[in-house]
């Protein structure tokens, strides 16, 4: 196995392994034995920069090792950071000996989803206020995409008491969110009741009269209830 570093940022992914075809030169005809350059699978996982990639080689004979290879084995793949998801190839080259002829075969890189994850804050309030700031946390946008998010609820100021869900939106104006995986989690507005007090006034009469007439205040009264 021969691990390499590529010579430019890459995404990391999960790829076909590329080939290698070692043959032993015998006078003037090459007698051919077929052989494999395997890079490792990687796990998929979009925008991570720069990834190692390796492979193993087979088809030399005679018992000889990979120190009959001279040069540096390269790889390279047109993947950088910012790729959308998709399948990339990944060239391989920079190898040769003496005694064979090697035929190299390109591999892929397969770049996939990122997870992002947009979660709705739970909030409350009294019943006939208004509705507090909805808030949330949004992660897992990757390279400065243009992605942010919204809360929004069909509670108002006239619902009664109860819970209501409060759900995220993203607003996506580059069109980024196809390289994506989107978890979306609700959020809950609580609507609790509103205090009412009711408040006797004092009153005061002579002995032998009638009652004065008995008042009081109310307060708390929400939405011209």
Known sequence: RLPFETGAPV????????????????????????????????????????????????????????????????????????????IYPISVSGLSATNYSITFSNGTLTVTPFTLTVTADNQSRSYGAA??????????????????????????????????????????PDHKLTNYSVTTNNGTLTITPAVLT???????????????TLTGTITGVQNSD
């Open 11 to 86: 995404s990391r992914g999960s790829g076909r392994n590329p080939v290698l075809v070692v043959s032993r030169r015998t006078g003037r005809l090459p007698w051919r034995r077929p052989g494999l350059l395997t890079p490792y699978t990687y796990p998929a996982n979009v925008r991570k920069s720069r990834k190692m990639f390796s492979a193993t080689i087979t088809g030399l004979v005679n018992g000889e090792g990979q120190s009959v290879l001279e040069g540096t084995l390269a790889f390279s793949t047109t993947a950088e950071t910012n790729s959308p998801i998709g």
């Open 131 to 172: 509705n507090p700031t909805l808030t949330g946390l949004l992660t897992g946008v990757q390279n400065g995409d243009n992605i942010s998010a919204s809360y929004s609820t069909v509670a108002d100021a006239n619902s009664g008491i109860g819970t209501y869900p409060i759900v995220p939106a993203l607003a996506d």
């Open 198 to 212: 009711v408040t006797a006034d004092n009153q005061s009469r002579v002995y032998g009269a009638a009652n004065p």
